[in-house]
């Protein structure tokens, strides 16, 4: 069994990337306050069989693959701190938007909305990083059942990120309005989100690869 502090370590973590904006943000953000909250619901369903299609095929040996190949590890360590850095430079320069500025968009049916929010995050770069190469780095191959410690981190960030998502598309319209109303909170949010994204870029840069 996976030790208390690993588990926790890895919530925090979860935490921390489900917090920052990126396209799953975005997208249920956008559904939310342009199409309800049963929009937004539906897209989320969408993002969460996205979540269980990377547990699946971390758990049952692509993440080994990738970790048994430096130049891969290497490949997607730095793919990740380019695109997260690329967010926050978005967040932060000059005109910048919150995620929480979004334009109008058509309706779309539920049926669509689902494959939406599933196909935003398979193509979701931040999460393919957290499932291939964070995620493997709290595997202790010296407590053996590897399959399981991989689908208890899995599940955990994906408890994680349904509840802070939920919130988002319950709450989305109700912050949005807030910050057009205080553009100062928004302003702080921006830079706020901004910060945070470059310094997950910095330190995914600079992490150095577990025998």
Not at 119 to 140: R, W
Not at 179 to 204: D, E, N, S
Request: charged residues 10%.
């Amino acid at each position: 069994m996976l030790p208390s502090a690993s588990l926790i370590a890895f919530a925090l973590i979860a935490l921390g990337m489900v917090l920052t904006p990126g396209p799953n943000m975005m997208y249920l953000v956008s559904r939310s306050i342009c199409q309800g909250r049963k929009a937004g619901m539906y897209s989320l369903a969408g993002v969460v069989l996205g979540f269980v299609v990377y547990l699946l095929l971390a758990a049952f040996g692509l993440t080994a693959v990738v970790m048994a190949v430096p130049f891969a590890y290497d490949t997607l360590r730095f793919a990740g701190a380019l695109y997260l850095g690329y967010l926050a430079w978005n967040t932060l320069k000059p005109g910048g938007r919150s995620p929480f500025q979004v334009k109008d968009l058509p309706e779309d049916a539920p049926g669509k909305l689902f494959l939406m929010g599933l196909l935003t995050n398979l193509l979701n770069p931040k999460i393919a990083v957290l499932y291939l190469s964070l995620l493997p780095q709290f595997i202790d191959v010296n407590r053996g059942h590897v399959l399981e410690q991989g689908l208890i981190l899995g599940c955990t960030q994906i408890l994680v990120s349904l509840t802070v998502n939920t919130t988002i598309v319950l709450l989305a319209s109700s912050i949005a309005a807030f910050l057009g109303k205080h553009p100062r909170w928004a302003t702080f949010q921006r830079y706020l989100m901004g910060t945070v994204l470059g310094a997950l870029a910095v330190r995914m840069a600079l992490e150095t690869r577990k025998a």
